[in-house]
């Protein structure tokens, strides 16, 4: 089937928009504005990881749900509700619920951005990049997903130091939470306009779209795509590239504990990751399809373990402006990766693109457990290890996975490198 002449580009393009907007309410403002969203929740970095916690049980459950509904039902229609499904919870997130209402929250936005969302999203981005662009087209993805982060993060960096300019350094709870309830508002109407935008014009052929569409998922097929090891493969290597990007979150409170940066200096250090994403992805994403994904998913591993190896081990503490900006920079480049490919090696994996929304449930089930666990122990090494000896024990944590995840995207590659080479 050849799909690349029939899903134009302002398809990717809104997949884009809507891929990482989905998630900016649950995860990139707690990314950029870590010091910040403890201050105002008055929470410590434990309870902040018992509320992803709570979001990862929820998204166990939808990932499996959610995959063989994404093979029911066209892609635009689930990933328009997960969108103004989304944005009604950040209403609620901007009157500051206390610890055990924003748990409840955490859980909702498990629903909504991956029962509704997830699968649809990942299928519909195949789908767009046919036989020979899967590399482009996740790459695309996650690099597009990366920029439009950056976007999010600065406009909020720029609402939230707009009504705080004159009192940054002594400003209390309240001020705090005045300027961060704006940033929230802002980025709630923002999400919902994009599921307008969504379900207006991110259409298929309709030749196309019946192509992908299943009328019945049958307990067969879900056994068949549990037989294929490329399936198996990517759970550990999900799972192993997700707990690096989880832990990302740790930046911003490192520029604010260890190079003690003040809360808008700290916010601008995560704003700078999601600028090293975009480059990433579009860059991994046409290097992968000129050679092998699965061969560049290997060495995005070895990246990341040499970055995180950096910082585990103290290099990184009183250093320049630049040398730490670099320092992050090699760890995150093998990261986001890792992230941009993990799903472009399906192609060559074997696994039927009908049963694509039920391949990715199945393989998020596993890979995306450390939504429940990676954002606790984080905490936990944080809180136990006050200061850098915490920091570094989370830098450890980062390189083990990172190692375990080189092993598997080595034995993926061995696998299935002759399917993965691309088709003239």
Not at 250 to 271: C, H, N, P, R, W
Not at 340 to 363: C, D, H, K
Request: aromatic fraction near 16%.
């Amino acid at each position: 089937m050849d799909t690349e002449k029939r899903a134009p580009w302002y398809y990717l393009a809104l997949l884009i928009l809507a891929g990482e907007s989905v998630f900016i309410l649950p995860f990139v403002l707690q990314r950029v504005f870590r010091p910040t969203v403890l201050k105002v929740f008055q929470l410590n970095n434990t309870e902040l990881g018992l509320c992803f916690s709570v979001y990862g049980v929820v998204a166990l459950v939808s990932y499996f749900f959610g995959g063989p509904l994404a093979d029911k039902y066209p892609p635009r229609k689930l990933i328009a509700l997960g969108l103004w499904t989304t944005a009604a919870g950040g209403l609620y997130f901007a009157t500051f619920p206390e610890f055990h209402y924003l748990q409840i929250l955490y859980g909702y936005w498990g629903f909504t951005t991956i029962f509704l969302f997830w699968s649809p999203m990942i299928k519909a981005t195949r789908v767009w990049g046919g036989r020979n662009s899967q590399g482009k087209a996740y790459g695309f993805l996650d690099g597009g997903r990366g920029l439009v982060g950056a976007l999010f993060g600065t406009l909020g960096v720029l609402v939230f130091s707009w009504f705080m300019a004159d009192n940054i350094e002594s400003a209390n709870l309240a001020d705090s939470r005045f300027a961060f309830r704006k940033v929230l508002l802002v980025s709630s109407t923002i999400v919902a306009f994009v599921g307008i935008l969504v379900w207006v014009f991110m259409k298929l052929p309709d030749r196309l779209e019946r192509e992908i569409v299943l009328e019945k998922i049958s307990m067969s097929q879900i056994g068949q795509v549990l037989k294929l090891p490329s399936v198996l493969l990517l759970m550990v290597i999900i799972l192993c590239a997700y707990v690096g990007y989880k832990l990302t979150d740790v930046f911003s409170l490192y520029a604010s504990e260890i190079m003690l940066y003040d809360d808008v200096d700290a916010a601008k250090t995560g704003a700078f990751l999601f600028y090293v994403r975009p480059v990433v992805g579009i860059c991994i994403g046409i290097i992968a399809d000129r050679s092998l994904p699965s061969y560049w998913l290997f060495v995005s591993f070895v990246v990341s373990f040499f970055g995180a190896m950096l910082f585990a081990l103290g290099f990184v503490v009183d250093t320049s402006v630049l040398l730490f900006l670099f320092s992050i920079l090699i760890v995150t480049s093998g990261i986001y990766a890792a992230r941009a490919l993990y799903f472009a090696v399906m192609e060559s994996g074997r696994i039927p693109l009908v049963l694509t929304g039920t391949a990715v449930g199945l393989i998020s089930v596993i890979g995306y457990t450390p939504d429940i666990f990676a954002g606790a122990a984080m905490g936990l090494l944080l809180d136990a290890s006050p200061g850098l000896k915490g920091h570094q024990h989370v830098f450890y944590m980062i390189a083990g996975f990172s190692f375990v995840g080189a092993l598997a995207a080595y034995r993926y590659y061995k696998l299935y490198r002759k399917d993965g080479k691309k088709i003239s």
